[in-house]
T-cell receptor, first 117, second 110 residues
Framework: NAGVMQNPRHLVRRRGQEARLRCSPM?????VYWYRQLPEEGLKFMVY????????ESGMPKERFSAEFPKEGPSILRIQQVVRGDSAAYFC???????????????FGPGTRLTVT | AQSVAQPEDQVNVAEGNPLTVKCTYS??????LFWYVQYPNRGLQFLLK??????LVKGSYGFEAEFNKSQTSFHLKKPSALVSDSALYFC????????FGKGTSLLVTP
């Protein structure tokens, strides 16, 4: 059973370009979470999605960032007009059940390391 | 707000000695607490969780954690540390998504 897959593993973008990060959850998981890890810091929650729905986007910057999890295909985290401060590791996680139930652990992908030059 | 705190940025321990990585929580209601480990340039790996029941939770790689309600703590422990345990350890509370502590770097020296 493949784990959470993320691609690309490394992404370099120039300021002003768009970055698209992809996440395929574990088989059977319909809940996806995106986190950002800045250098020397812990992980910060960005957004929680189920298929075709955004459940909680309270951690997402109001501008330039968007996320989707379509009925078919991977979840996408999109960053428009990237700036140097967007350079970070972006991790996706998935779980089999409703996060609010509390008992489900999340399984993490290897991350995408975004570098903005 | 539901949160966890890891008071130590780094913990150093000699191989073979017991280790403790501290975590305290601030949660209203019943907490769902987790420990994850992150190796360099890797994603997080789940170690263990406390939902309810026994206060001593056993997890992967010989790790365990003790839930202490009176001290609002959930410290991670291992009786005998290995050099390969050297990594970044995160405590987290489930608030829908996971709310992580800032992490503790564990260094086990030979």
């Amino acid at each position: 059973n493949a784990g959470v897959m993320q691609n690309p593993r490394h992404l370099v973008r120039r300021r002003g370009q768009e970055a698209r990060l992809r996440c395929s959850p574990m088989k059977g998981h319909s809940h996806v979470y995106w986190y950002r890890q800045l250098p020397e810091e812990g992980l910060k929650f960005m957004v929680y999605l189920q298929k075709e729905n955004i459940i909680d986007e309270s951690g997402m910057p109001k501008e330039r960032f968007s996320a989707e999890f379509p009925k078919e295909g991977p979840s996408i985290l999109r960053i428009q007009q990237v700036v140097r401060g967007d350079s970070a590791a972006y991790f996706c996680a998935s779980s089999p059940g409703l996060a609010g139930d509390g008992g489900y652990e999340q399984y993490f992908g290897p991350g995408t390391r975004l570098t903005v030059t | 707000a539901q949160s966890v705190a890891q008071p130590e940025d780094q913990v150093n321990v000699a191989e073979g000695n017991p280790l403790t990585v501290k975590c305290t929580y601030s949660v209203s209601g019943n907490p769902y607490l987790f420990w994850y480990v992150q190796y360099p340039n890797r994603g997080l790996q789940f170690l263990l969780k406390y939902i309810t029941g026994d206060n001593l939770v056993k997890g992967s790689y010989g790790f365990e954690a003790e839930f202490n309600k009176s001290q609002t703590s959930f410290h991670l422990k291992k009786p005998s540390a290995l050099v390969s345990d050297s990594a970044l350890y995160f405590c987290a509370v489930n608030v829908g998504a996971l709310n992580f502590g800032k992490g503790t770097s564990l260094l086990v020296t030979p």
